[in-house]
């Protein structure tokens, strides 16, 4: 949990919401390679830097100071500021006033500002409130457990960061950038690798190099061809799998869970519960 006149330094994978007082609100979001937290009223933070990180700052109402090395500024609903790896930097932030920060190892983002030509820049504040609650939504839904859901959530926040930050500017909360379409013959190989290799550990990058694409643009071309991320398809299979387990063996549930790639029972009953509204064994007693 975090508290006033702390650093950012937590790495663990969390969604906390904490009230630190009677007034302020944190909700943060971790992960090994992009963390975002929401604050908002009275907050100050000592000075601190990340070795490896870029962080963007934005206000999205309200104002905060903002000291970047020996520099002192205020930074207003809007105005975005990206610092570098290793800057000395802390902020405070009154009553009323609510931000925004994005902490990232992804040396794109540095690339996005050099290209810009600087690193103080508007950003929309509605998109980045957007932008936060669908990161938000999707940590909450995805499995902790599977590293496939995991760097699918971080390369799609990933790839909306680096929407926001192209050299044209944010885009609106709502813009989808289309990447190109993998061959039709390169999807294919994809989804007959997966119906392969379902029930197995799989790996965002594994599945680009089927289709001979960057993971960015391969999740969002998997979801263009089937209307569902790679993860999202791979419990399909699985689903589909345990029910057709359920009514012709004799297996436990437990045996199931593990036959068809869940990591555990408490995994594969919450994944079964939200794509058919029922346990498994009510489904088997059908």
């Not at 998109?127 to 609650?133: D, P, T």
């Not at 045996?255 to 489904?283: A, C, H, L, N």
Request: with cysteine; proline share 5%.
């Amino acid at each position: 949990m975090r508290v006033a006149n702390s650093a950012f330094y937590s790495r663990n994978n969390c969604y906390n919401i904490c009230r630190v007082s009677a007034m302020q609100t944190q909700m943060q979001i971790i992960l090994p390679n992009i963390e975002l937290h929401k604050i908002e009223n009275e907050f100050t933070n000592i000075p601190h830097a990340h070795r490896h990180e870029y962080q963007i700052t934005v206000p999205i109402k309200g104002s905060c100071e903002f000291h970047y090395e020996s520099r002192q500024m205020e930074l207003r609903a809007g105005e975005g500021l990206v610092v570098q790896p290793a800057d000395r930097h802390c902020f405070r932030m009154s009553n009323d006033s609510g931000i925004i920060i994005v902490i990232a190892k992804d040396e794109r983002i540095g690339q996005a500002c050099r290209e810009k030509g600087q690193v103080r820049r508007p950003f929309a504040p509605a998109a980045m409130l957007s932008y936060f609650q669908r990161f938000a939504s999707r940590y909450i839904a995805m499995d902790h457990m599977d590293s496939l859901a995991v760097v699918e959530t971080e390369s799609l926040a990933f790839a909306e960061l680096g929407t926001m930050l192209a050299p044209e500017g944010p885009s609106k909360p709502d813009a989808e950038v289309k990447p190109e379409k993998a061959p039709d013959w390169s999807m294919m190989q994809v989804l007959d690798y997966i119906r392969a290799h379902y029930t197995e550990q799989l790996e965002i990058d594994q599945l680009a190099a089927v289709a001979l694409q960057s993971r960015y643009h391969f999740i969002r071309s998997f979801k263009l061809a089937t209307g569902v991320t790679p993860y999202q398809y791979v419990l399909r299979l699985r689903i589909e799998e345990a029910k057709r387990q359920l009514r012709a063996s004799a297996h436990t549930v437990t045996d199931i869970s593990f036959i068809v790639g869940f990591s555990s029972p408490s995994q594969f009953y919450r994944v079964f519960m939200k794509f058919t509204g029922m346990t498994p064994e009510s489904f088997r007693g059908m």
